[in-house]
T-cell receptor, first 113, second 114 residues
Framework: AQSVTQLGSHVSVSEGALVLLRCNYS??????LFWYVQYPNQGLQLLLK??????LVKGINGFEAEFKKSETSFHLTKPSAHMSDAAEYFC???????????FGKGTHLIIQP | DGGITQSPKYLFRKEGQNVTLSCEQN?????MYWYRQDPGQGLRLIYY???????QKGDIAEGYSVSREKKESFPLTVTSAQKNPTAFYLC?????????????FGPGTRLLVL
């Protein structure tokens, strides 16, 4: 079964520092990959998605992610963290032939002033 | 504005009681989904539907039931058979379903057991 692993349940960075949230997927066939953000007690908002058109995907709020097939990774980055980036981030996959999203367990991003 | 609405925002269930969570969308989407979120567990798929009057079980369907009588609506019933119902429930929809489609999420309903 397709799975997604997010390394680090909590990541803390200083305001203005680089944000790096890690996501690895398990599949021999590149799936469709998504990053979502969730603010407290709210639904999920799509940040970006990979659909094989380009390996470097740009999303909203200055986030981007790079698909690396050789490493089965889809890490999320942002050059300079802002206080408003503090939230829960989820990596998710829809496997080939599948339908519902399979989510990682999430990474809570903490921004230190 | 187009979007997905879920009601109520908070719901309390007594022992042995069935409760129904509402999900409505005005995005003209064919596919709708229900997910359950537990702390530190990510989201898990309960049920999904691609068309009216048809739905499929997800990974954790036991203790839940759904209906899809209208394209816009996909209510979820948490039955008394669900022994651990306390969670945050999220509804989502996408255009036609399938691997490339983006799923858009509602604001969620938090279910608590009295």
């Amino acid at each position: 079964a397709q799975s997604v692993t997010q390394l680090g349940s909590h990541v803390s960075v200083s305001e203005g520092a680089l944000v790096l949230l890690r996501c690895n997927y398990s599949s021999s066939v590149p799936p469709y990959l998504f990053w979502y953000v969730q603010y407290p007690n709210q639904g999920l908002q799509l940040l970006l998605k990979y659909t094989s058109a380009a390996t470097l995907v740009k999303g909203i709020n200055g986030f981007e992610a790079e698909f690396k097939k050789s490493e089965t990774s889809f890490h999320l980055t942002k050059p300079s963290a802002h206080m408003s980036d503090a939230a829960e981030y989820f990596c998710a996959v829809i496997p080939a032939g599948g339908d519902g999203l399979t989510f990682g367990k999430g990474t809570h991003l903490i921004i230190q002033p | 504005d187009g979007g997905i609405t879920q009601s109520p925002k908070y719901l309390f269930r007594k022992e042995g009681q069935n409760v129904t969570l509402s999900c409505e969308q005005n995005l003209n989407h064919d596919a709708m989904y229900w997910y359950r979120q537990d702390p530190g567990q990510g989201l898990r798929l309960i049920y999904y539907s691609h068309i009216v009057n048809d739905f499929q079980k997800g990974d954790i369907a036991e203790g839940y039931s759904v209906s899809r009588e209208k394209k816009e609506s996909f209510p979820l019933t948490v039955t008394s058979a669900q022994k651990n119902p306390t969670a945050f429930y999220l509804c989502a929809s996408s255009g036609r379903g399938g691997t490339q489609e983006t799923q858009y999420f509602g604001p969620g309903t938090r279910l608590l057991v009295l």
